[in-house]
């Protein structure tokens, strides 16, 4: 048995820093910069629910959280995220074309955009106060201007809400599509409740035991001081810069939804240009918009897993115009297209990143009513993700002559009975039983598990094939001329599983080098005369020790060089390898 699967892998050549560097776009910068800020907001909040303890708690968490977040580097990179952050936030606000996607996305969008004018005031009084005149605020000082002016506790009430919000729904996005997500969600929503509301309620608490405090002369004297709260030309100058630059973001707001009417005018201006689908639409729209704005403007049906985002390749069309004119791939592109073997191709692309200036023809290569923008929603486990599997191949020897001396249902009962012998010896290791390709079987290990006890489930499966085989051969003694044979191939490596298929024609499978080369070692198993071929990967990380099978360096069809692997000429000695202790931690 063969088959033939995509690869999916670095670029030739490509070293890890180049490949990693490739994989950086502004998102995952973004990404990385909203991650430092959901840090700082996670640490403040669990210093605010400490106002449900004391006044005197939340003044010790505070000098902790100051300590650490004031502190170099840990400084430097905050300041540097709250900049980079902000400003592709403003260039997100410019660059988006269609807001038509999903409501959670422009919701985030106008949250993260809030926030700067909702926490002015308080950053303004808080750190501006320190850093210009030395005044020394703190929780009892800002509960006592909450105090004084009520509408600033709604003020902040309503900043931790939308700031939390935020930092969820950018977490959402990001570990959506891993493969533990659903795993943990139930988990992280629970934090995602518990913690604003903690924080909320400290808020509260402490709140109120300033207010108490309030009676006592010797509290205010200590804590509303000048040195505590400013004088009022302190106070006054401070309201002022406060002012200034709630007017200045605004009229920055202002300039940015100016800047995308007079690009749309431009656009127009410049010119339409025609986008031609392989089923016979055509839809006209401006230069600028990629295609996947486009098709989503006028409601064509296109899959994108991840939004747009380019952290998949599901939107993906093949070109079937002129590609002269196209302008060049991203690095991010670039980097997406490498990774699932498409990148000397010059005619496949994202429609997410490629914004074309002429007319343009192609045919998407993934169907939008398999792979949707919100297909996660129903079915998380079954879209593209990527991660370690080890795959088997599992084939049955002699077919061939057994379908032309029999009748072709006696065939069929034979091949379905080892078929069945594979699949118990599978299921009954951990594993999954996956694709049936004539008289072979391809099966799944790590689908729920971690790397090392997926190896040792397929060392297990193999050696319950071989006495699920010779079970299956006693039993059909009497109507085979010679007992059924078998080949197997085992490797493991990062894959991507998903649905492959048409409508309802739908396979759940893996696509990648380890599928690749599990195949190619099963069908060495011929030409090397054994059952099984291991590749060194599998073994060594399921701990089998170095010396216990025979090892060679084998040449794989498709790789420039060669192969370590482990050969078994009979499967059955894995019994004495695969040892008690790999078997108990099954």
Same mark, same amino acid.
């Given at each position: 048995?063969? /088959?033939?699967?995509?690869?999916?892998?670095?670029?030739?050549?490509?070293?890890?820093?180049?490949?990693?560097?490739?994989?950086?776009?502004?998102?995952?910068?973004?990404?990385?910069?909203?991650?430092?800020?959901?840090?700082?907001?996670?640490?403040?909040?669990?210093?605010?629910?400490?106002?449900?303890?004391?006044?005197?708690?939340?003044?010790?968490?505070?000098?902790?959280?100051?300590?650490?977040?004031?502190?170099?580097? +840990?400084?430097?990179?905050?300041?540097?995220?709250?900049?980079?952050?902000?400003?592709?936030?403003?260039?997100?606000?410019?660059?988006?074309?269609?807001?038509?996607?999903?409501? &959670?996305?422009?919701?985030?969008?106008?949250?993260?955009?809030?926030?700067?004018?909702?926490?002015?005031?308080?950053?303004?009084?808080?750190?501006?106060?320190? !850093?210009?005149?030395?005044?020394?605020?703190?929780?009892?000082?800002?509960?006592?201007?909450?105090?004084?002016?009520?509408?600033?506790?709604?003020?902040?009430?309503?900043?931790?809400?939308?700031?939390?919000?935020?930092?969820?729904?950018?977490?959402?996005?990001?570990?959506?599509?891993?493969?533990?997500?659903?795993?943990?969600?139930?988990?992280?929503?629970? *934090?995602?409740?518990?913690?604003?509301?903690?924080?909320?309620?400290?808020?509260?608490?402490?709140?109120?035991?300033?207010?108490?405090?309030?009676?006592?002369? #010797?509290?205010?004297?200590?804590?509303?001081?000048?040195?505590r709260l400013g004088t009022e030309p302190q106070q006054q100058t401070l309201g002022d810069l406060t002012d200034q630059l709630l007017i200045g973001y605004a009229a920055l707001l202002a300039l940015v939804l100016a800047a995308r009417g007079?690009?749309?005018?431009?656009? #127009?201006?410049?010119?339409?240009?025609?986008?031609?689908?392989?089923?016979?639409?055509?839809?006209? +729209?401006?230069?600028?918009?990629s295609v996947l704005e486009a098709s989503l403007r006028h409601r064509v049906p296109h899959a994108s897993v991840c939004g747009g985002r380019a952290r998949c390749s599901t939107c993906r069309i093949r070109i079937t115009s002129d590609i002269?004119?196209?302008?060049?791939?991203?690095?991010?592109?670039?980097?997406?297209?490498?990774?699932?073997?498409?990148?000397?191709?010059?005619? $496949?692309?994202?429609?997410? =990143?490629?914004?074309?200036?002429?007319? $343009?023809?192609?045919? #998407?290569?993934?169907?939008?009513?398999?792979?949707?923008? !919100? /297909?996660?929603?129903?079915?998380?486990?079954?879209?593209?993700?990527?991660?370690?599997?080890?795959?088997?191949?599992?084939?049955?020897?002699?077919?061939?002559?057994?379908?032309?001396?029999?009748?072709?249902?006696?065939?069929?009962?034979?091949?379905?009975?080892?078929?069945?012998?594979?699949? =118990?010896? $599978?299921?009954?290791?951990?594993?999954?039983?996956?694709?049936? &390709?004539?008289?072979?079987?391809?099966?799944?290990?790590?689908?729920?598990?971690?790397? #090392?006890?997926?190896?040792?489930? /397929?060392?297990?499966?193999?050696?319950?094939?071989?006495?699920?085989?010779?079970?299956? !051969?006693? *039993?059909?003694?009497?109507?085979?001329? =010679?007992?059924?044979?078998?080949?197997?191939?085992?490797?493991?490596?990062?894959?991507?599983?998903?649905?492959?298929?048409?409508?309802?024609?739908?396979?759940?499978?893996?696509?990648?080098?380890?599928?690749?080369?599990?195949?190619?070692?099963?069908?060495?198993?011929?030409?090397?005369?054994?059952?099984?071929?291991?590749?060194?990967?599998?073994?060594?990380?399921?701990?089998?020790?170095?010396?216990?099978?025979?090892?060679?360096?084998?040449?794989?069809?498709?790789?420039? /060089?060669?192969?370590?692997?482990?050969?078994?000429?009979?499967?059955?000695?894995?019994?004495?390898?695969?040892?008690?202790?790999?078997?108990?931690?099954?």
């Amino acid at each position: 048995m063969d /088959a033939t699967f995509k690869t999916v892998g670095k670029p030739p050549g490509a070293t890890p820093a180049t490949a990693w560097w490739r994989s950086v776009g502004l998102r995952q910068i973004r990404l990385a910069c909203g991650l430092v800020l959901f840090a700082y907001l996670l640490s403040h909040f669990l210093n605010h629910a400490l106002g449900n303890i004391s006044l005197d708690a939340l003044q010790a968490g505070v000098i902790i959280h100051a300590g650490f977040w004031q502190s170099f580097p +840990v400084a430097e990179i905050f300041y540097s995220a709250v900049t980079i952050h902000g400003a592709l936030g403003i260039w997100a606000l410019y660059e988006r074309r269609q807001f038509r996607w999903r409501a &959670i996305e422009p919701l985030q969008l106008v949250l993260g955009l809030s926030i700067p004018a909702l926490i002015v005031a308080h950053v303004v009084a808080v750190r501006l106060g320190q !850093n210009l005149f030395d005044i020394d605020r703190s929780y009892p000082q800002v509960f006592y201007g909450w105090i004084t002016s009520p509408l600033r506790t709604w003020s902040m009430y309503l900043v931790v809400l939308v700031s939390w919000l935020h930092g969820c729904i950018g977490l959402y996005f990001w570990l959506r599509l891993k493969v533990y997500f659903k795993r943990v969600a139930p988990y992280l929503l629970a *934090a995602a409740v518990l913690i604003p509301t903690l924080a909320l309620l400290g808020i509260f608490q402490g709140k109120r035991e300033v207010e108490a405090k309030l009676a006592s002369p #010797q509290w205010q004297a200590a804590n509303l001081n000048e040195t505590r709260l400013g004088t009022e030309p302190q106070q006054q100058t401070l309201g002022d810069l406060t002012d200034q630059l709630l007017i200045g973001y605004a009229a920055l707001l202002a300039l940015v939804l100016a800047a995308r009417g007079i690009r749309q005018v431009v656009e #127009q201006r410049a010119g339409m240009i025609n986008l031609a689908y392989g089923d016979g639409r055509k839809i006209r +729209v401006p230069t600028g918009l990629s295609v996947l704005e486009a098709s989503l403007r006028h409601r064509v049906p296109h899959a994108s897993v991840c939004g747009g985002r380019a952290r998949c390749s599901t939107c993906r069309i093949r070109i079937t115009s002129d590609i002269g004119n196209l302008p060049a791939p991203s690095a991010r592109e670039a980097f997406i297209l490498s990774r699932i073997g498409t990148g000397a191709d010059p005619a $496949v692309r994202l429609a997410c =990143q490629l914004r074309p200036t002429t007319d $343009v023809a192609f045919v #998407q290569l993934f169907a939008p009513q398999v792979t949707s923008a !919100n /297909a996660h929603a129903s079915q998380p486990a079954r879209i593209g993700q990527e991660r370690y599997l080890v795959c088997m191949f599992v084939d049955m020897r002699g077919s061939t002559m057994l379908a032309e001396k029999r009748l072709p249902y006696d065939t069929v009962f034979i091949v379905n009975r080892f078929l069945d012998a594979v699949s =118990q010896a $599978v299921i009954a290791s951990g594993g999954q039983p996956n694709q049936f &390709i004539g008289d072979g079987e391809l099966a799944l290990f790590g689908l729920a598990c971690d790397p #090392q006890t997926a190896c040792r489930q /397929a060392l297990q499966a193999a050696r319950l094939i071989a006495e699920n085989i010779d079970a299956l !051969n006693l *039993a059909l003694a009497h109507d085979l001329p =010679q007992p059924l044979r078998f080949g197997i191939g085992i490797h493991g490596g990062e894959v991507i599983v998903g649905d492959i298929g048409y409508r309802d024609h739908m396979v759940f499978t893996a696509l990648g080098d380890a599928v690749n080369v599990a195949a190619r070692l099963q069908d060495m198993t011929k030409s090397l005369a054994c059952e099984v071929i291991i590749s060194e990967e599998v073994c060594t990380t399921a701990g089998l020790a170095g010396d216990a099978l025979p090892q060679q360096d084998v040449a794989i069809r498709g790789r420039a /060089a060669p192969m370590n692997v482990r050969t078994i000429t009979d499967a059955k000695v894995l019994s004495s390898l695969v040892t008690s202790d790999m078997v108990s931690a099954l």
